[in-house]
Each structure stands twice: as C-alpha cells, then as structure tokens.
C-alpha cells in the first residue's frame, strides 16, 4: 500500500532534490528551466524522481515542462495526482 504524502512532505522532499542536484537552494516558486538551471537529461531525470519518489506514474501527455518547472509545480502536480488515485 502506498503512502499519500501531503503537500508540505511533497514540497520538503522535492526542494531536498533540487537543491542537492543543483548545488543551490531554491524560491519554491523559481523557474528552473526559464532560469537554465537544468538540461533535458536532468528533466528525464527529475520526471524518474517524481514517479520513484512519489509512486506515481507522469503519463506521456503529462510530460509538460509545466509540471516540472518549480518545486510549487511539482508539488501541485503529485498533489493533484495522488488525490485522484493516481499513485501506483
């Protein structure tokens, strides 16, 4: 049976990521593409965090730079996919 995280363990465990992959600490609400922080090998891989982490698969008409953008993005994106049954 999988966990549903809330919000707040979403947030804290997706800034914790970043922060670490990128060697730098975030605004939750800062762009990481817009600001060039990242690749697309580093969004394939931030995509294979979300759904090991988190026990959710990101579908292909998910895969939007949208949901991954920001630790707020990623955040609302696993809410919205754990409270509609979309954990594994």
Request: hydrophobic content about 45%; aromatic content about 8%; overall charge negative.
């Amino acid at each position: 049976m999988t966990t549903v995280l809330g919000p707040d363990e979403i947030r804290e465990r997706t800034r914790a990521y970043l922060s670490s992959s990128l060697a730098r600490q975030l605004a939750d609400d800062e762009d990481i593409f817009a600001a060039g922080l990242v690749n697309s090998l580093f969004a394939a891989q931030l995509v294979t965090f979300v759904e090991e982490r988190f026990g959710i698969t990101v579908e292909n008409d998910e895969l939007e730079l949208a949901h991954f953008s920001s630790v707020d993005a990623v955040t609302a994106f696993v809410s919205a996919k754990t409270a509609s049954g979309g954990a594994r």
